[in-house]
């Protein structure tokens, strides 16, 4: 099953509603946010981290990075991001270089950044590079209730 069509099944699963967004094939979350003419804090991307025997999938703006010591301290484990190979190992169905905005449709363990709340809306990284998900965040907050959430993310420093 390809990326798209596992994060639109959960979502169904849950009874969220939301809308395929395309736009210009793009390499990156800010490139993604700007071809689709959204403001990157719209934009929930995810980031894969991993310790022994332990993998965690932060969901993020995509104008923000995650503080891993925050992350290691608060679940008592090293962590670090994980390679590409292993994000394309776990995320099956994703287009190499694409993690889904909806890790938890493969069953990773996921934790959002309190910040996406400020959103009324949010786009969700499909596991492609030219197609976003676009859901009201009500819903996803209503989804992810039970889910781990904080702050562990902070503006991105662009090298």
Known sequence: MN????????????HVPFELVSHRHT????QAAVAAGIGSRRLVKAVLLEAPECYLAAMIPADEQVRLGKLSKDYGKP???ATEDTVRKLFDGCDP?????????????TVWEDDLLAQPDLY???GDHERLIHV????LREMLQ??????FAQPHTWH
């Open 27 to 30: 390499a990156t979350s800010r």
């Open 146 to 151: 039970d889910m781990t959430h904080c702050h």
């Open 97 to 109: 270089g694409a993690a889904p905005g909806l890790p938890i449709a493969w069953g990773v363990e």
């Open 79 to 81: 962590f670090r991001l």
């Open 124 to 126: 969700l990284e499909a």
């Open 3 to 14: 990326a798209i069509d596992r994060m639109t099944q959960y979502l169904t699963e849950h």
């Open 136 to 139: 009201q965040t009500q819903h």
